[in-house]
Nanobody, 116 residues
Framework: QYQFVESGGGLVQPGGSLSLSCVAS????????IIWIRQAPGKEREVVAV????????NYAASVKGRFTISRDNDKNTVYLQMNDLKPDDTAVYYC?????????WGQGTQVTVSS
């Protein structure tokens, strides 16, 4: 059975940090490109960060560049999104997505709320 289980969301004050993680089972993250996507109420879905299966290419949305870091631990079969200097505009549900050809796995989503 394939699973991609997210954790790490929550409530944080502006300027704070959170680390999101997605643990995979039934497939290995090192053979997939990993995409973090967020959706805020009333806004379109936004691709936040991408890491290719080789890890050679990382891309970030302009809105998070310099504050967010995507990474992958192949030994733990886990992907991460480290989020620093969080802003209220970062409030959204965050999803991890693993992609390889026609194979796609989604995490269940985790709420991140940035508020004082």
């Amino acid at each position: 059975q394939y699973q991609f289980v997210e954790s790490g969301g929550g409530l944080v004050q502006p300027g704070g940090s959170l680390s999101l993680s997605c643990v995979a089972s039934g497939f290995t993250v090192d053979s997939y490109s990993i995409i973090w996507i967020r959706q805020a109420p009333g806004k379109e879905r936004e691709v936040v960060a991408v890491i290719t299966n080789t890890g050679s290419t990382l891309n970030y949305a302009a809105s998070v560049k310099g504050r967010f870091t995507i990474s992958r631990d192949n030994d733990k079969n886990t992907v991460y999104l480290q989020m620093n200097d969080l802003k209220p505009d970062d409030t959204a549900v965050y999803y991890c997505k693993a992609l390889r050809g026609l194979s796609t796995y989604w995490g269940q989503g985790t709420q991140v709320t940035v508020s004082s």
